[in-house]
């Protein structure tokens, strides 16, 4: 027999995850499934290749060049992260790759079959009848050709650049017309998407038979008025995605952290993180435009013939509006629509709305009285994504010019919105008004307002909470809730909440709001505890939790402890999800869902049982590391019973949802007993029927399935 000393003590065997990468590419894969619903309108289904195509672009712009720059550390340094960086890559590309294959097979036998059913018709340069060629050449040299701008590839030209999202045409050509020609030439040249302001042409409607272009096919059945000189084109289209941000914060910190900053260059253009290019290009021709890019085989990702699926946003409705949604009408919220002061209102007690169902414009006539009201003393915000055009941020430019303070918290790390957020700072700093360019290695997340008004020679605060962004084009499209309030237990936290802003000092106490970095880790888990406490009494205990992401080690952990003991837990997930559901004698008590519909479920809460006294939370906080360590987030309780059963009922709604709600296997929900729920559509008729007084005559939704 083996002696006991000489037994090795057995690994400590590590709890399952999903990969984060991989759990990312399911969720994108979620809303391919939406464009291949042939039960949402047609329209709609090409919005949704868009949102894939979209979502994707940023992915490889972020997640995938970082994985790439973690692939080129010194060997020692890349032991110590969680994954091997060049496996995890390997995994993501091949993945993509079949996505990919979908994607056409879903645009060339789904999308553009239900367009000819319908009598709209995508042509290509081959498609043409002699009218329609005329014509075509006609707005070729009336509207197109003056933008475009073809560079010839030799030897003169050392570098070429390529704009971030850009799609370009590869030209080869050849059969020259004239002796003194080359034998072949090789051109690059943009096309002119956002000069042109649409991807599309609409060609003359014949009959009730609809027709619409690339302008890419435009541009490639022009080509021999560009290039008269040659008689042979080989056309292929290339697009590159850069870089857009150094993601690594989100996998290492501390020491490691800084050594790793210490290995990179300072960037101005972006690395290109991939180079997608049409499979069916001649080799000399991508070989040509490596060379005059430098851009490497390494980038090289296997595309199609059309790149920028993202300008699908823009497709010609054809006055078709059976094709998209049915109009849900922004219905008023009950109260507010009576009130003619928002203050005022507000002061006697607390409201919620809920986007987009309800109407954004009770925050906008919030901010505008206030910044008029000559008893507010001060107003304050955090600006995250900032419209480009926003009531908010020029509500506050007109509170700045008035005189009141008016301190505004611009987050300039919020990706893909620098340019809005850096434009209304200078506005805000012009007026006056004091502007906090976010917090040292923290970035702000959390939607706050806060208004301090004088009464009677007392100073009363008004606080704005919010799951989604003051912006007014995503408000219509995002299902977010907000919270208007002058309860004094919120108002003080909130207060806290700027104090910190100023003064950076992480010693502030919170009674009862959870604030990331300081208190709101601690805060979750504790509550987690006293579930798993009662579950082990052998008292009810269950937890209903609602985010967009769920990453972070140390709160999966806690809730496999949590199933372990009994506790049941329902998981509302739209993107990432690590954690691991339905595991025996792990997870068993866990169940996870999403839901990806018409409108992007944004709003994060909370729920605890708490023994019958049931605690609820709303957050602008997923459980990912980075919102919970490393961001500026705000978690708050609804004190008023009605808000509380508002948003009871609009989860309840999302948990019976049996129509567009997937597993974590991206498979649907389809329960024994049917209930044919969508939870978005019944919870506009919920809102409608809560507003139903106020309501002017408005279109039916369209039913669910």
Known sequence: MEKEKDKKPKAKLEPPYINRELSWLAFNYRVLQEAKDRSVPLLERI???????SNLDEYFKVRVATLKRLIKLKPKTRSKLDEEPQETLEQVLKEVHRQQEEFGQVFRDGILADLRTHDIHMLTEHDLNAEQETWVHDYFEETLEPLLLPIILDETETHLFLRDQTVYLGIKMWDPIAEDCKPERFAMMEIPTKKHGSRFVKLPTVNEHRYVMFIDDVIRFCLPKLFPQYKSFATHAVKVSRDAELDIEEEVSGSLMAKIQKSLKKRETGYPARLLYDPESPQDLLDMMMAHTGITEEELVVGSKYHNFRDFFGFPDFNLPELKYNPQPTLVHPQLEKEPSILAAMKKQDYLVHYPYQSFEYVLRLFDEAASDPKVTAMSATLYRVADKSKIAKALVKAAKNGKLVTVVVELKARFDEESNIYWAGKLQKA?????????????????????????????????????????TTSAIYADHALFTSDKRLTKDVEQVFNFFIDHQTDKKFTHLLMAPINMRQGFVKMIEREIKNAKKGLPASMILKMNALQDSRMINKLYEASQAGVKIQLLVRGICCLVPGQKGLSENIVVRSIVDRYLEHARVYIFHNNGDEKLYVASADWMTRNLNRRVEVAFPLYQQDLVEQVRHIIDLQLQDDTKTRSIDNSYLKPDAPTNVRSQYATYTYLRELASTDMPEACEP???K
């Open 47 to 53: 919005k949704f290749m868009a949102i894939f195509s």
């Open 432 to 472: 006056g008004a004091n502007v906090i360019f976010g917090i040292p290695d923290l970035k702000v997340h959390s939607k706050l307002g806060l208004i301090t008004r004088n009464e009677q020679g007392k100073l009363v605060n008004y606080a704005y909470l919010s799951t989604g962004n003051y912006n007014e």
């Open 702 to 704: 369209e039913e669910s």
